[in-house]
């Protein structure tokens, strides 16, 4: 596979492209509602003081979420890259 | 023609701030039925049969919250004349996710795009024309701060609910997504009609899989392998699972409609601001230390400078107005029971409660301040870690140090938090942190029994209670909220200065509530516990505290205490008496004992060996908040019953702690 990371190994001030979404319930479809979708870019904000949770930038608004739900979400590093991922998909 | 309105948005999308412009002062505070999901009704100014009901601040109409779950029913059964759905213009595209679901319901709906000056100062533009096109419904721009566009938005909204006008789109869909809606639409119309709601919302919400909507629905087998058929093959030529899928066809409306409508040249002000501003108030280092100095700060005006200076006002002009009161009764000549009665029982239970009052307003001015600038999502996010442990989220950590004040603000103060689950179980484990009318009884006890380790048998008290409390948080974690955790993922909204209406409204709200039950539950058992204070059974005013019903209960039970140490009938009857105000433990064992200030200690030696004592101490940190915390707790929870066991679970906690210190401290000590 290609150069893709879970969003939490994401270095602080760097950017991913999402590229899916994973867990299930409640969390996992909170994340999609708040606009955590495939080919949404993410910026990693900063850490909370005790190491957890992180703060992100996307969609033009600051959101936190926890590192266990971070570790979830694929991503990889630039848009060209995720239509590069993407298209793989669909020729298989 | 009466007409009901659904005002419905995303949390921090001014949602409160619309309500209050609209409705002024004319509001409801209530529960809906069965949850503690906050429910606000009020008419509108100058259109006085026009009902709002301001919904819970929600992200989206997926089954899994409380308050997602309620917006949705009420939607659906309540059957509202008109949806007036408030989006914050600076973060249209997350804003537009709930709208898009709202539209599907049908119901004739505008939109307040809110927060739009924000938008013009820093250079964006967003084309309402277009907007409203895309979306097929009414558009009206609006600053609910500065009260500009509310009228219009009234306007527009009685007329489409008057000429009862439906959203004019509803496919945001295409390709798959919009082949599994129509085949799933045209299976479930007639169930959908049977419920009365509208059957593309039904279809959409059965391609998410919403087992809610499946089960009301009344789907039967053969219908949901269908169902699991087109949801399959979608699913496969997508090459995702339907949730992903379904929020992916909203977003990428979305998309195509801010590219038509949106023009957004860099981040406004606000934003750019929050992110300075943040730069210190969540840093690394500096963001905790500045928490605790704010909370302090809080802490000491509410307690000691502007709540102090109140009470004291509060307190001279309830002395005045009693003594005059006093002189009017013995002027008129009454019954000295009777007499009694009001000037002991009535006019000293009055001013009891109300000494609360002054706390309550300051605090929640200040607590208003820090929700609606925005800090408050930062304390949470900042204090989130040490939380989770317990299935909590970092916003239970501000009513929680409240309540190491007062437990009655502090439990007012669960209303904020986001979710139902965190609601409840905060208000569980406030009851824990030592509040501070509890600090004359540990004084009085560390003088009179553990003078050389005064300081760390009251740390000790205090360490103690959060310590039960965390054991308690675990085991409900593991038992009464099992299940689901609530989800900690949170908005950090961009600061801004708070609207001083909503902040006054929301202290008025508090304040009133309080007052109105101080009047009701908590000065009826203030008078009742004087009467059985000073009655006996056959109904004489006692002249020996001894003889009274209360002190004779208090010998009954008083048994009961025995293994713990302080089996007295005085120690039990002031624990009874501290149910009102636990200040009044203190009062209670100088009246009981006969002594005054300055031999209370002495006469305390005499009732409790310093084992006894310190298990005392335990109990009292322990047992049942008083009546005015239970009544918050009553409102709070919505139930008389819950209040009830809340108040029997605290004390059975507090007899099974004591019990233990005093029999395993005996072991040591003896």
Redesign the interface.
Known sequence: MQNTISLDKVKIGHKGVIL??GGE???????????L????EVLV??I??????I?VFL????????QE?AKKIQVCETIEEYRRIKSG??KK | MAKTFALIGNPNSGKTTLFNQITGSNQHVGNFPGVTVEKKEGSMKKHEDMIVVDLPGI??L?P??AEEVVTRDFLIKEKPDCVIDILDA??I??NL?LTLQLIELGIPMVVALNLMDEVRASGNSIDVQKLSQDLGIPVIPISASKNEGIDELLQKAIAVAMQKIPPQKMDFCTGEVHRAIHSIAHLIEDHAQNIGVSTRFAATKLVEGDDLMIRELQINENEKDILGHVVDEMEQAL??DR??AL??MR?QYIDHICRDAVS?KG?TKE?LR??QI?RIL????F??PIFIGIMALIFWLSFNVIGGFLSDLLAYGIDGLTLLLDDLLSVYGINPWVHALIIEGVCSGVGTVLSFLPLIVVMFFFLSLLEDSGYM?RV???????L?KFGLTGRSFVPMLIGFGCSVPAIMATRTLASEKDRKMTILLIPFMSCSAKLPIYALFTAAFFESHQALVMVGLYLIGILMGILVGFLFKHSLFKG???????????YRLPALKSVLIHMWEKAWGFVVRAFTVILGATVILWILQSLDFRLNVVTASADSILATIGAWIAPLFAPLGFGSWEAVTALITGFTAKEAVVSSFAVLTGADAASLGAALSQIFSPLAAFAFLVFTLLYTPCVAAISAVRHELGSIWKAIAVMAFQTGVAWVVAFLIYQIGSWFFL
């Open positions: 899916s979404v319930g409640a969390i996992r479809r909170r994340l999609l509602d708040m606009g979708t495939p080919g949404t904000r900063k909370a003081p005790l190491g957890d949770p703060e969609r033009s608004y600051e959101l936190t979420l926890r739900d998909f669909h | 992200y989206s997926s899994y919250s600076t973060n595209e997350r996710y090459q995702t949730e992903a929020a992916d977003y957004r981040e934003h929050s992110v943040d969540t840093h690394q280092i963001s905790i999502a949470a996010f900042v204090m989130d870690k040490l989770r689901n955790p609530v989800p900690f993922v949170m908005e950090l909204p961009s």
